[in-house]
């Protein structure tokens, strides 16, 4: 019968292979905070500019384009490592 071959502790290992989830490439964070922050100043314009912008015709649809935004970066923190 043939022996099954043993790992020697001297061979590198490959640390996604056990399971491990690789880390987030750079631009991951800041892209994710970015998301967050353009959803909020969307939001913040449209209140402070008494509904003119950002996009005037959608009237209250603002609100729910900047909560989607921030949507977006929300779930980007789940897959954050």
Known sequence: ?????TRSSSE???????????PN???FKPVMFG???VGLAWIIVFYLSGQQWPIAQL???NIAIGF???FIGFL???RWR
Do not use: H, Q, S
């Open 25 to 27: 490439p750079v631009w």
């Open 59 to 61: 009237a209250n649809w």
């Open 35 to 37: 998301f967050m922050l």
């Open 76 to 78: 980007m923190t789940t």
């Open 1 to 5: 019968m043939a022996r099954a071959k």
């Open 68 to 70: 989607g935004i921030m």
């Open 12 to 22: 590198p290992r490959d640390e996604t292979a056990r399971g491990e989830a690789a």
